[in-house]
């Protein structure tokens, strides 16, 4: 059973940064790909960016340039650093992580962007 945990959500004004951390603990091996979600009231459920085990990337296009994904394998955790965010950024992130074809979703943390 591979269990995703987030952290690193928070308040922070419109233009700021803040970095989410994922660490999928359960595993003892590198789990495979590695994605990040998020979720506004009243909104579905939608991808922000994803990586492989080698490092290929992919982001939704209104993401492209302000947000960074990225992976450290000997740790199973992923990372994503969003900058210069937006109110409409804000939302319920979700770390999801596949193991063996198996998706596992993590509880989330809250972004807030808002002076």
């Known amino acids: 059973q591979v269990q995703p945990v987030e952290s690193g959500g928070g308040l922070v004004q419109p233009g700021g940064s803040l970095r989410l951390s994922c660490a999928a603990s359960?595993?003892?091996?590198?789990?495979?790909?590695m994605a990040w979600y998020r979720q506004a009231p009243g909104n579905q459920r939608e991808l922000v960016a994803a990586?492989?085990?080698?490092?290929?990337?992919d982001y939704r296009d209104s993401m492209k340039g302000r947000f960074t994904i990225s992976r450290d394998n000997a740790k199973n955790t992923v990372y994503l650093q969003m900058n210069s965010l937006k109110p409409e950024d804000t939302a319920v992130y979700y770390c999801?992580?596949?193991?063996?074809?198996?998706?596992?979703w993590g509880q989330g943390t809250q972004v807030t962007v808002s002076s």
């Open positions: 990586i492989t085990r080698s490092g290929i990337t």
């Open positions: 999801k992580v596949w193991k063996r074809g198996l998706a596992y």
């Open positions: 359960g595993s003892s091996f590198s789990v495979d790909d």
